[in-house]
């Protein structure tokens, strides 16, 4: 029986940059490209050279990405969040969408100072500069696992935010993905205007309405 590989996040994937001279490189990861509901947001950090716990926000609990998201936010040395709206990603696509809310946040940090390069988890970017999309980035990158606890964190406080806003959803449980709970409540209210009308499931739902 094989054993599944552990990536620990490192710098090796900044380094292939590095070592052509392209200084500083940011980490680039998004949060919420499968939901039913609420925005996609992406994040985009610069971090000091140095060793950090920060992981791929996937395997950490709220409480800890909580308290790495403080952290990142002390430590980086730039950072910048974007989000691209439900109507965003239905007028434009999810990938599209994504790619906007990329360049939202590093927009925030080009306003600091530049950026010449990135690395990503698989989005492959239009940048002036190299872009290192490499599958599992969060994994990989410590700066792209703190892109990825940036996006989470701040995406998650939005869905809890919008459950106040539209009660009837339980967008504080699932944050938009399509958990029964979810699928139920659309079927018995419909959408409302934070639904993505183009993914199939809000669409079915409509049907109800």
Same mark, same amino acid.
């Given at each position: #029986? /094989?054993s599944?590989?552990?990536f620990?996040?490192?710098?090796?994937?900044?380094?292939l940059l $590095?070592?052509?001279?392209?200084?500083?490189?940011?980490g680039?990861?998004e949060?919420?490209?499968?939901?039913?509901?609420g925005?996609?947001?992406?994040a985009?950090?610069i971090?000091?050279?140095?060793n950090?716990? $920060?992981?791929d !926000?996937?395997?950490?609990?709220? *409480? *800890?990405?909580?308290e #790495?998201?403080?952290?990142?936010?002390?430590? =980086?040395?730039?950072y910048? &969040?974007?989000?691209? %709206?439900?109507?965003?990603v239905? *007028?434009?696509?999810?990938l599209?969408?994504?790619?906007? =809310?990329?360049k939202?946040?590093?927009?925030q940090i080009? %306003?600091?100072?530049?950026?010449?390069?990135?690395v990503?988890?698989?989005l492959?970017?239009?940048?002036?500069?190299?872009?290192?999309?490499?599958?599992k980035?969060?994994?990989? %990158?410590? *700066?792209?696992?703190? =892109?990825s &606890?940036?996006?989470?964190?701040?995406?998650d406080?939005? #869905?809890?935010?919008? =459950?106040e #806003?539209y009660?009837?959803?339980g $967008?504080?449980?699932?944050?938009?993905?399509? %958990?029964?709970v979810?699928?139920?409540?659309l079927?018995?209210?419909?959408?409302?205007?934070?639904?993505?009308? !183009?993914? /199939?499931?809000v669409?079915?739902?409509?049907? $109800?309405?």
């Amino acid at each position: #029986m /094989k054993s599944k590989t552990l990536f620990i996040p490192d710098w090796s994937l900044e380094s292939l940059l $590095f070592q052509q001279g392209y200084i500083p490189i940011a980490g680039v990861d998004e949060a919420g490209r499968g939901a039913l509901a609420g925005p996609v947001v992406a994040a985009a950090v610069i971090l000091p050279i140095g060793n950090f716990p $920060f992981r791929d !926000s996937k395997t950490l609990s709220a *409480q *800890q990405r909580e308290e #790495m998201a403080r952290d990142i936010k002390e430590i =980086a040395l730039a950072y910048g &969040i974007g989000k691209a %709206s439900a109507e965003e990603v239905d *007028q434009f696509n999810v990938l599209k969408a994504t790619h906007l =809310a990329a360049k939202r946040a590093l927009g925030q940090i080009t %306003s600091q100072l530049e950026i010449n390069g990135l690395v990503t988890d698989y989005l492959k970017l239009e940048f002036s500069k190299p872009v290192v999309a490499v599958a599992k980035g969060d994994s990989k %990158s410590l *700066q792209i696992a703190a =892109a990825s &606890i940036l996006a989470k964190t701040t995406r998650d406080a939005l #869905m809890v935010q919008y =459950a106040e #806003m539209y009660p009837h959803y339980g $967008f504080e449980q699932h944050k938009g993905y399509g %958990s029964p709970v979810h699928l139920a409540a659309l079927v018995q209210h419909g959408p409302c205007p934070l639904h993505r009308r !183009s993914y /199939k499931p809000v669409a079915q739902a409509r049907l $109800f309405e």
